[in-house]
């Protein structure tokens, strides 16, 4: 897990270490790794390096929701991959779960359409 943005800020830009794939098999560590770190502060999950999700994918991102929100935190993605976002917009969670700016600066790696 590496932190990009300063604790200070108002949602903390954080990428899962070596993660390509947001599949079964990965989804159990994406949420013992970061549910901790969404109950003490609001955090978006920068998935640039995340190319392929399914069902489990989808499950994990949507656990680690409700968790921030129980904690009274916001969790969003960002620098969301085409497909990625593609797949989020067909289970209807794309409007929900994807932000286009953290802390005021740009985090899209696509263009909004």
């Given at each position: 897990?590496?932190?990009?943005?300063?604790?200070?800020?108002?949602?903390?830009?954080?990428?899962?270490?070596?993660m390509?794939?947001l599949?079964?098999?990965?989804?159990?560590?994406?949420?013992?790794?970061?549910?901790?770190?969404?109950?003490?502060?609001?955090?978006?999950?920068?998935?640039?390096?995340?190319?392929?999700?399914d069902a489990?994918?989808?499950?994990?991102?949507?656990?680690?929701?409700?968790?921030?929100?129980?904690?009274g935190?916001?969790?969003?993605?960002?620098?969301?991959?085409?497909?990625?976002?593609?797949?989020?917009?067909?289970?209807?969670l794309?409007?929900?779960l994807?932000?286009?700016?953290v802390?005021?600066?740009?985090?899209?790696?696509?263009?909004?359409?």
């Amino acid at each position: 897990m590496n932190s990009i943005l300063n604790e200070s800020a108002e949602m903390v830009l954080m990428t899962p270490n070596g993660m390509t794939e947001l599949v079964r098999g990965t989804d159990h560590r994406l949420v013992a790794e970061f549910a901790p770190v969404v109950r003490e502060r609001s955090v978006a999950l920068d998935l640039a390096g995340v190319d392929r999700i399914d069902a489990a994918g989808i499950a994990a991102l949507i656990s680690l929701y409700g968790c921030a929100r129980e904690a009274g935190h916001r969790f969003a993605l960002c620098n969301v991959s085409e497909r990625v976002a593609e797949i989020l917009t067909l289970v209807g969670l794309e409007r929900v779960l994807v932000c286009h700016q953290v802390a005021g600066q740009p985090c899209v790696a696509r263009t909004a359409a």
